[in-house]
Each structure stands twice: as structure tokens, then as C-alpha cells.
């Protein structure tokens, strides 16, 4: 927390924290957000996201945390442009969450959570991690490895479906 120091007459230093200051500056305080973020990677998974709800549900009224935002996604934890998961990221830059809570840390992003976790907490949040359940890292790097084999299948499967057009293209481009 910042804080300022000011000299007063006699009796010696008096410290300010930042909220001091913003009240003196006029700023008004932002209402911060808690969020929980669930996410699955595809369609298939629906009703993996309804018991990853139901978990971090009893989570939050067994730890007495009021919840303001439930933020539910379906999709890769290797695409960083999911659209939900962006609208959390600018709403922790811009200091409006005070805690963001996730089952897994895998549930977020499956690489550079630590990245993640000290944008957080620069910017105010507590990231909570629900299951800390650790990996030995030979268990971590098979699921890492997986989880990339998985997404370049499923981009390969994608572009496999095109496959028809990109013919029906060429030859209408060659007549």
C-alpha cells in the first residue's frame, strides 16, 4: 500500500495511506468486485462446468465469501483471447476486482498463471485458488504436453472442415 508521509508542526510524522489521499484528491473509490471464473475447454465438458459451479459455490458459503460476479467459459486455457476471460483481466488492470476465484489454477490459463497471479496482485486482486492439489512435475509436464497435442488437434480437426470449400474454391479459381 502507498504510503505519504507529512510533516505536522510539533508532534512529528503523520502517515497517509493511498485511500487518504484519493479521498483528498476527490477521487472516488472504486466498488471492487469478488469474481469466480470457471471455464471448461469445450461443449462436451457442459457438465463438468455445472459440478465445477456447484464446487466453488460450496466453497464460498462454506468460507462465508459473498460473490458478486459467477463468470462461466467454454474454451482452451491456451487461448488467451477468450472474451470473458479478457473482461476479467481489464476489470484486475483497472483495480476493480478484490479477489478472483478459480478451482484450478489450470482453470485460468494453462500457462504463465504466475503472470497472471502478479498482474493480480499488483493491481489489488487476490487470486484464490481453490484446489491446490500439487503435480509432480512429470505429472505437470504429461498434462502440459497434452494439453498442447490437444489444441493443435482440434485446430487441425477445424481446418479439416474446410477442406471441401478450399477444394471447391481452387477449382472454381482454375476454371
Known amino acids: 500500500m502507498l504510503l505519504v508521509n507529512f510533516w505536522l508542526h510539533n508532534s512529528g510524522h503523520r502517515y497517509y495511506d493511498e485511500s487518504d489521499v484519493k479521498q483528498l484528491l476527490g477521487i472516488q473509490p472504486i466498488d471492487?468486485?469478488?469474481i469466480v471464473y470457471c471455464r471448461v475447454s469445450s461443449h462436451n465438458q457442459k457438465d463438468d462446468l455445472q459440478s465445477q459451479i456447484k464446487a466453488m459455490e460450496q466453497?464460498?458459503?462454506s468460507a462465508a465469501i459473498p460473490v458478486d460476479d459467477w463468470v462461466?467459459?467454454?474454451g482452451g486455457g491456451m487461448n488467451f483471447k477468450r472474451k470473458k476471460?479478457?473482461?476479467i483481466m481489464d476489470a484486475i488492470q483497472n483495480g476493480e476486482v478484490s479477489k478472483l476465484l478459480i478451482a484450478h489454477k489450470d482453470r485460468l490459463v494453462r500457462f504463465g498463471f504466475e503472470y497472471f497471479e502478479h498482474l493480480a496482485v499488483t493491481n489489488g486482486c487476490e487470486l484464490i485458488v481453490v484446489n491446490q492439489e500439487s503435480l509432480s512435475p512429470q505429472q505437470e509436464m504429461v498434462e502440459d504436453l497434452m494439453a498442447i497435442i490437444h489444441t493443435f488437434s482440434c485446430r487441425l480437426y477445424g481446418l479439416r472442415k474446410y477442406k471441401k470449400d478450399i477444394k471447391k474454391a481452387i477449382i472454381d479459381e482454375s476454371n
Do not use: A, G, T
Request: hydrophobic share 50%.
Open 32 to 34: 471492487k468486485k469478488v
Open 59 to 61: 466453497f464460498c458459503l
Open 72 to 74: 462461466h467459459e467454454i
Open 85 to 87: 476471460f479478457l473482461k
